[in-house]
């Protein structure tokens, strides 16, 4: 408990930053503007839902980079220079026009400059903060993209029944612009050497781990991410178009926004029962059925008959292995490669 008496400010930082960030933003948004979008000016579901995409993979690519200069730079200005340019880039998707390329251009803004306000940069800080609770730590700090969850897609709905489908973007907008980025700067930061628990430096207070290379080296990363890819894969795919996958169901949208809700549950409630399974217990050997979930939720998600009780529970069953996938990669990247250069291992 001392960690958390020393670390609690940074890790309540971390854990609305995280529900700002780029990280559960946009699958929460988009998933509810794509019918409205698709009304307004014919694009497929196919053709919206790859911004996200161009979003996604730009992020992905640049993870490496800006956990480098997390790295390098120290977290904190990492952090909040990204969470102010992600709210303001977030928010230029109100202007957009009757043209996909326009529109792709401005999801590939998001994921150049959003990648920062995601638990690449967050769980750098909190693995320095925390040792032996850092499962629940990390658990606790992730629960910020379940707040979004269950938050955001109602948040979304007012915006959109008050000034339509645009005016969800610089809505949800705030959320980085002015609750999470004045937070962060009164009080998330990395600790000082002698603040750190024990094992995380050597006698000259330098960080100890494995570089890049070196940790690519060893089979453990390549298992670990392909482990992750394969997740992200079947959690991804199903979670963007969930509003849609309950439509075709026959239910309307405010059911739909239930479900993502009930998504929310799912994440909220694997990210802190994995997190202390984790801190008791061989994490591989946790990892693996858990990482079964979806295609037992893709199986219940599929046709177009399913009763709601169904969806629900495929939902659950979904967010319940999106919620332990990201406490399996910050974990097991602090705790096998260690903080020398975690942020550009994570990445």
Request: hydrophobic letters at 60%; proline letters at 6%; charged letters at 5%.
């Given at each position: 408990m001392s960690e958390f008496s020393k670390g609690w400010k940074p890790l309540a930082a971390a854990l609305i930053g995280v529900a700002a960030g780029?990280?559960?933003?946009?699958?929460?948004?988009?998933?509810?503007?794509?019918?409205?979008?698709?009304?307004?000016?014919?694009?497929?579901?196919?053709?919206?839902?790859?911004?996200?995409?161009?979003?996604?993979?730009?992020?992905?690519?640049?993870?490496?980079?800006?956990?480098?200069?997390?790295?390098?730079?120290?977290?904190r200005p990492v952090t909040l220079i990204s969470l102010l340019i992600f709210g303001i880039a977030f928010s230029l998707l109100w202007f957009t026009p009757d043209n996909l390329m326009v529109f792709y251009g401005?999801?590939?803004?998001?994921?150049?400059v959003g990648i920062g306000s995601t638990p690449v940069t967050w769980s750098r800080a909190i693995s320095m903060w925390f040792y032996r609770r850092r499962g629940l730590a990390l658990g606790i700090m992730l629960l910020g993209t379940s707040l979004a969850g269950?938050?955001?897609?109602?948040?979304?709905?007012?915006?959109?029944?008050?000034?339509?489908?645009?005016?969800?973007?610089?809505?949800?907008?705030?959320?980085p612009l002015l609750v999470a980025l004045p937070l962060a700067f009164l009080w998330f930061r990395e600790p000082r050497a002698e603040e750190r628990p024990a094992g995380l430096s050597d006698a000259s207070g330098a960080l100890v781990g494995l570089t890049l290379g070196e940790a690519m080296r060893g089979y453990r990363f390549w298992?670990?991410?392909?482990?992750?890819?394969?997740?992200?894969?079947?959690?991804?795919?199903?979670?963007?178009?969930?509003?849609?996958?309950?439509?075709?169901?026959?239910?309307?949208?405010?059911?739909?926004?239930?479900?993502?809700?009930v998504v929310a549950i799912g994440i909220m409630s694997g990210r802190i029962l994995v997190g202390l399974a984790f801190d008791r217990w061989w994490a591989p050997g946790i990892a693996f059925p858990v990482l079964l979930?979806?295609?037992?939720?893709?199986?219940?998600?599929?046709?177009?008959?399913?009763?709601?009780?169904?969806?629900?529970?495929?939902?659950?069953?979904?967010?319940?292995?999106?919620?332990?996938?990201?406490?399996?990669?910050?974990?097991?990247?602090?705790?096998?490669?260690?903080?020398?250069?975690?942020?550009?291992?994570?990445?």
């Open positions: 780029a990280s559960p933003l946009p699958f929460n948004v988009l998933p509810l503007v794509m019918g409205p979008i698709h009304a307004e000016y014919g694009w497929s579901f196919l053709q919206i839902s790859l911004g996200v995409t161009i979003f996604g993979i730009t992020a992905a690519l640049l993870a490496p980079y800006i956990g480098g200069l997390a790295d390098r730079h120290g977290v401005f999801w590939l803004l998001v994921g150049i269950m938050a955001v897609p109602q948040l979304a709905r007012l915006a959109i029944d008050f000034g339509g489908w645009r005016f969800a973007f610089p809505a949800l907008a705030v959320l298992v670990l991410f392909a482990s992750i890819l394969l997740v992200a894969f079947a959690y991804g795919g199903a979670h963007i178009h969930m509003a849609q996958i309950v439509a075709l169901h026959g239910f309307d949208p405010a059911v739909a926004a239930t479900v993502m809700s979930l979806p295609a037992i939720a893709c199986w219940l998600l599929m046709g177009s008959s399913s009763t709601l009780p169904l969806l629900m529970a495929g939902g659950f069953l979904l967010g319940f292995a999106a919620g332990a996938e990201s406490d399996i990669i910050a974990f097991l990247a602090a705790r096998y490669f260690g903080m020398r250069q975690y942020g550009r291992i994570y990445g």
